[in-house]
DNA sequence: GCCAACGTTGGC
DNA sequence: GCCAACGTTGGC
């Protein structure tokens, strides 16, 4: 799950605990949230658009998908006049702070395996939120040390 | 329903 | 800061 440092970091987490993941306008990637996820499963924070762009930390998901409240409020960039409370278009779940990697796991060091071409990373190249197959989750723990 | 125009993401 | 990739919008 991708975020921008300057937005919301690992640090925040941290520090927040738990927090809603809000903002997500893409559908593919609400699927994701909506369908895939479940309660407890595991999910890794990636810092982009920073130097270098890395897996900095683990997660946890902790609710089940509901509305994203900020669809709703016509102050908020999020705000989407299509949705209505009867039929929201956005769904999120909240995750909270597992661990922040003493050694975050770069792109790069990704890229130079091909163990990872595959990875949904890089083939959906924009998509802010894609799936991790158990086996490449595992290595990249071991690679970030833990 | 097609597709050009446009906007955003995010690596580089 | 550039620009490729790609999702969305809206005219027709």
Same mark, same amino acid.
């Given at each position: 799950?991708?975020?921008?440092?300057?937005?919301?970091?690992?640090?925040?987490?941290?520090?927040?605990?738990?927090?809603?993941?809000?903002?997500?306008?893409?559908?593919?990637?609400?699927?994701?949230?909506?369908? =895939?996820?479940?309660?407890?499963?595991?999910?890794?924070?990636?810092?982009?658009?920073? &130097?270098?762009? #890395?897996?900095?930390? *683990? $997660?946890?998901?902790?609710?089940?998908?509901?509305?994203?409240?900020?669809?709703?409020?016509?102050?908020?960039?999020?705000?989407?006049?299509?949705?209505?409370?009867?039929?929201?278009?956005?769904?999120?779940?909240?995750? =909270?702070?597992?661990?922040?990697?003493?050694?975050?796991?770069?792109?790069?060091?990704? &890229?130079?395996? #091909?163990?990872?071409? *595959? $990875?949904?990373?890089?083939?959906?190249?924009?998509?802010?939120?894609?799936?991790?197959?158990?086996?490449?989750?595992?290595?990249?723990?071991?690679?970030?040390?833990?």
């Amino acid at each position: 799950m991708k975020s921008e440092p300057d937005a919301y970091s690992i640090d925040d987490l941290k520090q927040d605990g738990q927090v809603r993941w809000s903002g997500v306008r893409n559908y593919e990637a609400r699927n994701i949230m909506r369908d =895939k996820m479940n309660v407890g499963d595991r999910a890794l924070f990636y810092h982009s658009n920073v &130097k270098p762009p #890395s897996i900095v930390g *683990e $997660m946890e998901v902790c609710t089940e998908p509901y509305p994203d409240p900020l669809q709703f409020d016509p102050d908020s960039k999020y705000f989407d006049e299509k949705s209505s409370e009867s039929d929201p278009r956005w769904q999120l779940i909240d995750v =909270k702070f597992i661990q922040k990697f003493e050694k975050p796991v770069t792109r790069d060091a990704l &890229k130079e395996d #091909s163990f990872f071409d *595959e $990875m949904q990373l890089f083939k959906r190249n924009r998509l802010s939120i894609t799936s991790v197959t158990k086996e490449e989750y595992e290595k990249i723990l071991k690679m970030a040390g833990v």
